[in-house]
């Protein structure tokens, strides 16, 4: 797998390259302190599969930029990785096709998981977007998070979580069952209550259900 890091923090990207080689110790790691050297990344390395991407970098205006990287590897998965957590910011990333946006304040094993779901297949949002917020108008509210809930789609790996869910089982037994962390099975539940735009495990069941996500015999 080949990863792009950009960010103008060299310390940060140093950081998060040794996570990632944690994570897929086979990962081609590039690094980018701004837009200009991303882009001639992009260029010169024509299969890119994620790119991580902070906001705030030197040379870019991160909605222009963005919508430019992805033109330049519309195959890859994109991360925002940023110290803004403005619902705008998120809606505006999501709206462009972000698999993921990770506060930079997440605490090192939050940003391990988070990091984790999205290799997976998921999508990460932080917890500031999936709880409510009073500071934030209903409406505001509503279309933060509309991307992400409007199309209903599970990843195979929430598909099995939310089977497991359906059985009965704790994030603990999930995890053991099937090899993973409980707090990647903790975000991975929390993606699936957006996702399907309810508030509980059971909201969730009943829901899949009537998409047709799980069959009833599972639990």
């Not at 290799?119 to 917020?133: A, F, H, I, K, R």
Request: charged share 25%.
């Amino acid at each position: 797998m080949k990863v792009l890091i950009a960010d103008d923090h060299a310390l940060f990207r140093d950081g998060l390259s040794l996570r990632l080689e944690k994570i897929e110790p086979k990962s081609i790691i590039f690094q980018a302190a701004n837009f200009t050297q991303a882009l001639k990344i992009l260029d010169d390395e024509k299969k890119i599969d994620l790119v991580i991407l902070d906001l705030d970098m030197p040379d870019m205006n991160w909605e222009e930029g963005l919508a430019e990287l992805r033109q330049k590897a519309n195959g890859a998965r994109y991360v925002i990785v940023s110290a803004s957590e403005d619902p705008r910011n998120i809606r505006k990333s999501l709206e462009q096709g972000v698999c993921g946006y990770i506060p930079k304040r997440s605490e090192p094993k939050i940003l391990t998981s988070a990091l984790q779901l999205i290799l997976d297949g998921g999508t990460y949002l932080p917890p500031s977007v999936l709880e409510p917020n009073p500071a934030i108008s209903g409406s505001e509210k509503n279309s933060a998070t509309a991307p992400v809930s409007s199309g209903k789609t599970l990843t195979n790996r929430q598909q099995q979580v939310l089977g497991l869910v359906a059985q009965g089982m704790s994030n603990k037994q999930i995890a053991y069952e099937l090899g993973l962390s409980e707090g990647t099975v903790k975000l991975h539940v929390t993606a699936i209550l957006k996702l399907l735009n309810v508030n509980n495990r059971t909201g969730a069941v009943r829901e899949a259900e009537r998409l047709g996500v799980i069959r009833h015999e599972k639990y």
